[in-house]
């Protein structure tokens, strides 16, 4: 089992910036592919980005150029470094991992809410 706990969100203008961290417990060498996801009020839960053990990165279309995601593996803790934040931002941010050779992300966090006022 793995285990996630987010930490690091807030309330923030629009423009501002904030930064997510996921810490991770127990059986972390079963992780392959760790990402972040977001739930705004009445919409889908969507991806924003992912990252790999060997650190390749992947970002929704909404968020790149804004969003960077990085890795400490030594400190088994994920960040999502959120810069130029805009209201449609708004969300409860969830950290998640995958499994190796997993189809569908395996552990989630309880979920952080981030929200950008205008």
């Known amino acids: 089992q793995v285990q996630l706990v987010e930490s690091g969100g807030g309330l923030v203008q629009a423009g501002g910036s904030l930064r997510l961290s996921c810490a991770a417990s127990g059986s972390i060498s079963s992780i392959n592919v760790m990402g972040w996801y977001r739930q705004a009020p009445g919409k889908q839960r969507e991806l924003v980005a992912s990252i790999t053990n060997g650190g390749s990165t992947n970002y929704a279309d909404s968020v790149k150029g804004r969003f960077s995601i990085s890795r400490d593996n030594a400190k088994n803790t994920m960040y999502l470094q959120m810069n130029s934040l805009k209201p449609e931002d708004t969300a409860v941010y969830y950290c998640?991992?995958?499994?190796?050779?997993?189809?569908?992300?395996?552990?989630w966090g309880q979920g952080t809410q981030v929200t950008v006022s205008s």
């Open positions: 998640a991992a995958k499994k190796w050779f997993a189809a569908r992300y395996d552990y």
